[in-house]
């Protein structure tokens, strides 16, 4: 489990296919602090580290993650955000994030408001626009943040200038495709009501 504050940037080494897997290698100062079967959030997406060598570790996403986020669409020299699962004893400085990417949004526009930033992204499946709820959280790209607003399947949040030095949203450009997790009560309540508040077929 992650809470979506970054803690440290990667860099994409090397990307090895292997059958519909991809082995990502990736350069960071975490590395030293890793350890093989430990999972790291990049992009939002949990992996397991499974080999170290110095400052650079390899994780494997299966065809099944390379489908639901934009790691299909990484390449080398890349920068990712990283973060470290929680321990029990930590502080839940953003919000609760699984690790598992429900959908990716393209990045439609970006506005220096002399002090921050409004990214507005469009979701991919407009279905999913119920689970994002102004002033709520959302992850992007493995990040904690609130919605500003929200308009049929356009969402947009303010990224402050920590934020914005301090993780990739600095190289997102319009067309950029970031990872969504939306937030796990929202999920929860949302299959609690279609799943007894529907209405009930005739037999």
Same mark, same amino acid.
């Given at each position: ?19 519909? /897997? ?8 975490? *590395?030293?602090? $890793? %350890? ?6 990049? &992009?939002?997406? #949990? ?7 110095? /400052? ?8 099944? =993650? ?18 470290? #699962? ?17 959908? =990716?949004?393209? #990045? %439609? +526009?970006? %506005?220096?408001? &002399?002090? +921050?930033?409004? @990214?507005? @992204?469009?979701? &991919? /499946?407009?279905? /999913? ?5 102004? !002033?709520?959280?959302? #992850? ?7 919605? *500003? ?22 190289? $997102?450009?319009? +067309?950029?495709?970031? &990872? ?6 929202? !999920? ?11 209405? !009930?077929?005739?037999?």
């Amino acid at each position: 489990m992650f809470t979506g504050i970054i803690e440290q940037q990667g860099k994409i080494e090397k990307i090895e296919s292997e059958g519909t /897997n991809q082995h990502f290698w990736i350069s960071s100062p975490l *590395a030293e602090n $890793l %350890k093989v079967d430990q999972s790291v959030a990049h &992009n939002g997406v #949990c992996l397991t580290v499974v080999e170290i060598i110095g /400052n650079t570790y390899r994780v494997t996403a299966i065809q099944e =993650t390379l489908h639901r986020s934009n790691l299909n669409h990484i390449t080398e020299n890349d920068i990712i955000n990283l973060e470290r #699962c929680t321990p029990a004893y930590g502080r839940f400085d953003g919000h609760i994030v699984q690790g598992h990417v429900d959908d =990716t949004a393209i #990045c %439609k +526009s970006i %506005k220096n408001q &002399n002090g +921050s930033w409004l @990214f507005s @992204f469009r979701i &991919n /499946n407009q279905e /999913n626009t119920s689970l994002i709820v102004e !002033k709520g959280s959302i #992850c992007v790209n493995g990040i904690s943040l609130t919605v *500003a607003d929200i308009k049929d399947n356009i969402f947009s949040v303010a990224i402050i200038p920590y934020t914005f030095e301090h993780t990739n949203f600095k190289y $997102l450009h319009e +067309s950029s495709i970031v &990872n969504i997790e939306y937030d796990i009560v929202g !999920k929860y309540i949302s299959k609690i009501m279609h799943t007894y508040f529907q209405p !009930k077929q005739n037999v």
